[in-house]
């Protein structure tokens, strides 16, 4: 049978069956590694541009330390978070999603909030974002999303008409558009916004009890934004704004600070909540679990050299401690797999080896030889295990704990599908002068749009967060407000 030219296929030429959602063990997963579509796609997205960063090129980053200020031992045993008063040496990387090396910073993107902590117990990365939430929820759409935010193969230029086509056609974005096209779409300053884990995470104690957990890093700075028309000034004046503020602010000594919290849920809530709790489009009321204070973040040392430090950082959240586990969120879950692989490839085999990456904890492992491989390569010490050389073993109180799963191995979307009320929430949230620059800051960037069947499609979306919210952006492109939704 001959495969039709309509149909997607593998590099390999075999049809694919379902590009919208990855493969897991029942609906809530977690994601099967015999999902070889998924494993491809992630795989060659990775190796897309060399030698930056396929996304989060443009960057700046700082050394600081992360100082325990709240017990929190009763639900994780976590070394670097195990006293009050303890402290952690850390680097941070800031950076915008989308553009290029060269880019401005000063652009409607969100921003990479990456903080690598040198732990006692090895390193421990969390890798998020200055928003709570993202644009997708499974994986197996991620290289798709970033091509659309990516030039257009033929003109080399940005394509608003992918942009929007594919928010339209992934209605689980409604809620990041909706904070990236709010005042926090333009960070004033990488000191002056939040950072957030965005993924739920599971914390385990000393007793092996488990609870889910989210990250938010609440700056103490306070919250500052750019305007669409000082944002584009700035781009144009100086490209490099918020790089030369992060290092000015440190080397004068007016060091950024963060306060992190965490929201704590019992793990038995999820199977209950009124959403599925590990859908990373998605916010956990704080009225539901409010912010529980752990400690504070203080960067205050610049670089000695960009390229060393800067660029060749490397940050995976599957970098992870005894007592920090992964969650089935699907996202994450690729995530996991793609960042590593990513950095294999970009770094070399031995990226975690360069003194930005490596631990300050000793490292006792059987990997040898590689790309860049500059120590000693293990000598002649053991270089297999099992063995009877009284080489580094397992420890088995560190084993990830368990969790049930069940279901089906398919290609399996998330229960639930309400892409609208956190949206409309947030719409509701905004003053008048907030809704009326949001839907500016829309309407300026669907104008753009060829197509109307795309700017009413999207305008469906926002019409059923919020009728207003979709009747405001109609008018303002002049299209025919929605009458059924």
């Known amino acids: 049978m001959t495969t039709n030219q309509n149909n997607l296929t593998t590099s390999w030429g075999a049809p694919v069956g379902d590009n919208q959602n990855s493969m897991t063990a029942g609906s809530r997963g977690p994601t099967l590694i015999q999902d070889v579509h998924l494993l491809e796609k992630l795989a060659h997205f990775n190796r897309e541009r060399v030698p930056e960063r396929v996304v989060h090129a443009k960057g700046a980053g700082a050394h600081g330390y992360f100082e325990v200020t709240n017990d929190v031992s009763t639900y994780t045993k976590a070394n670097f978070l195990s006293e009050v008063g303890k402290r952690t040496p850390l680097f941070v990387r800031f950076s915008t999603v989308a553009g290029e090396n060269g880019s401005a910073d000063s652009v409607r993107d969100p921003r990479g909030f990456a903080v690598k902590f040198y732990t006692e117990e090895g390193n421990y990365d969390l890798v998020g974002n200055n928003t709570p939430v993202f644009f997708i929820r499974d994986a197996i759409k991620f290289p798709d999303f970033i091509h659309t935010q990516?030039?257009?193969?033929?003109?080399?230029?940005?394509?608003?008409?992918?942009?929007?086509?594919?928010?339209?056609?992934?209605?689980?974005?409604?809620?990041?558009?909706?904070?990236?096209?709010?005042?926090?779409?333009?960070?004033?300053?990488?000191?002056?916004?939040?950072?957030?884990?965005?993924?739920?995470?599971?914390w385990v104690n000393a007793e092996g009890e488990g609870v889910w957990i989210k990250y938010h890093f609440k700056t103490e700075q306070g919250i500052k934004n750019l305007t669409e028309e000082v944002g584009t000034k700035i781009a144009g004046e100086n490209p490099d704004y918020h790089t030369q503020d992060l290092f000015e602010a440190i080397e004068k000594g007016d060091f950024p600070a963060w306060k992190l919290y965490v929201q704590i849920m019992p793990l038995e809530d999820a199977d209950t909540y009124h959403f599925d709790p590990f859908d990373v489009t998605k916010v956990w009321s704080q009225k539901?679990?409010?912010?529980?204070?752990?400690?504070?973040?203080?960067?205050?040392?610049?670089?000695?050299?960009?390229?060393?430090?800067?660029?060749?950082?490397?940050?995976?959240?599957?970098?992870?401690?005894?007592?920090?586990?992964?969650?089935?969120?699907?996202?994450?879950?690729?995530?996991?797999?793609?960042?590593?692989?990513?950095?294999?490839?970009?770094?070399?085999?031995?990226?975690?080896?360069?003194?930005?990456n490596r631990p300050k904890a000793e490292v006792h492992n059987y990997q040898r030889d590689g790309q860049m491989r500059f120590d000693n390569n293990g000598g002649g010490s053991v270089y297999y295990e099992p063995n009877s050389f009284g080489g580094p073993a397992e420890s088995p109180e560190n084993k990830t704990t368990a969790y049930p799963v069940s279901g089906a191995a398919d290609s399996s979307a998330y229960d639930q599908n309400d892409h609208y009320t956190q949206a409309g929430d947030l719409y509701r949230l905004l003053s008048e002068e907030e809704r009326?620059?949001?839907?500016?800051?829309?309407?300026?960037?669907?104008?753009?749009?060829?197509?109307?069947?795309?700017?009413l499609r999207q305008i469906q979306h926002f019409y059923q967060a919020d009728p207003e919210y979709g009747k405001r952006v109609a008018e303002g492109l002049n299209l025919s407000v929605p009458q059924e939704v």
Do not use: C
């Open 436 to 455: 009326t620059r949001l839907v500016s800051n829309i309407v300026g960037s669907m104008k753009q749009v060829t197509k109307d069947d795309i700017k």
């Open 150 to 202: 990516k030039r257009h193969p033929v003109t080399h230029l940005k394509n608003p008409d992918a942009v929007w086509d594919f928010w339209s056609l992934s209605p689980e974005s409604l809620h990041q558009v909706t904070i990236l096209m709010s005042d926090r779409g333009i960070p004033a300053t990488y000191r002056h916004m939040h950072g957030f884990g965005s993924h739920t995470f599971k």
């Open 288 to 356: 539901d679990y409010p912010l529980i204070e752990v400690g504070r973040m203080v960067l205050n040392r610049n670089p000695e050299n960009y390229f060393a430090e800067v660029e060749q950082a490397t940050f995976s959240p599957g970098t992870l401690v005894p007592g920090i586990e992964p969650s089935p969120d699907k996202m994450l879950q690729g995530r996991l797999f793609a960042y590593a692989d990513a950095h294999r490839y970009r770094v070399g085999a031995n990226h975690n080896s360069l003194p930005i």
